[in-house]
T-cell receptor
Framework: SQTIHQWPATLVQPVGSPLSLECTVE??????LYWYRQAAGRGLQLLFY??????ISSEVPQNLSASRPQDRQFILSSKKLLLSDSGFYLC???????????FGPGTRLLVL | AQSVTQLGSHVSVSEGALVLLRCNYS??????LFWYVQYPNQGLQLLLK??????LVKGINGFEAEFKKSETSFHLTKPSAHMSDAAEYFC?????????FGKGTRLSVIA
């Protein structure tokens, strides 16, 4: 069966510091991968999605970036965090051509 | 462009009462529709989905939803609420693009 992991589970970072959040999927090959941010009362905002290694689509221009160095690894990064980057970050995967997305447990980020 | 509107950011029901969470969508092509549930500090869990075929879809935990094309709706129902149903519920639509989510409805269940 497929599983999706995210780490860390929680993170407290100062403004201006870098960020790296990692997501990995097990039990499937060539998944589509997604990063979402959830801010209080604002639902889920799609940040990035990837259909293959090195292929990243950005949905919202901002100070975040994403990379996919391996087939089942998706990384969310920032060079300098802003207060507004605080939130709950969710990674998800789907099979190629499939619409159903399966979510990881999330990372709670607090920028102070 | 596809979009989702969830009516009511917060719904309260008594234990044992009917649960009705409303979702309307817009899509230029026949959509795929989803309901997800999120418990505090957890990821989203798929409740049910509509792709094609039968318009009444049954999901986990006793929930079901009906796709009504004429009303562009996909409302989520459960005949009898349990305390364990308290969570946030998200409706989502896909028309060959990544899912677009509604803003969510927080369900509270009162004993």
């Amino acid at each position: 069966s497929q599983t999706i992991h995210q780490w860390p589970a929680t993170l407290v970072q100062p403004v201006g510091s870098p960020l790296s959040l990692e997501c990995t999927v097990e039990g499937t090959s060539n998944p589509n991968l997604y990063w979402y941010r959830q801010a209080a009362g604002r639902g889920l905002q799609l940040l990035f999605y990837s259909v293959g290694i090195g292929q990243i689509s950005s949905e919202v221009p901002q100070n975040l970036s994403a990379s996919r160095p391996q087939d089942r690894q998706f990384i969310l990064s920032s060079k300098k965090l802003l207060l507004s980057d605080s939130g709950f970050y969710l990674c998800a995967w789907s099979v190629i051509g499939g619409e159903t997305q399966y979510f990881g447990p999330g990372t709670r980020l607090l920028v102070l | 462009a596809q979009s989702v509107t969830q009516l009511g950011s917060h719904v309260s029901v008594s234990e044992g009462a009917l649960v009705l969470l409303r979702c309307n969508y817009s899509s230029s092509v026949p959509p795929y529709l989803f309901w997800y549930v999120q418990y505090p500090n957890q990821g989203l869990q798929l409740l049910l989905k509509y792709t094609t075929g039968a318009t009444l879809v049954k999901g986990i935990n006793g929930f079901e939803a009906e796709f009504k094309k004429s009303e562009t709706s996909f409302h989520l129902t459960k005949p009898s609420a349990h305390m364990s149903d308290a969570a946030e519920y998200f409706c989502a639509v896909s028309d060959q693009r990544p899912l677009v989510f509604g803003k969510g409805t927080r369900l509270s269940v009162i004993a």
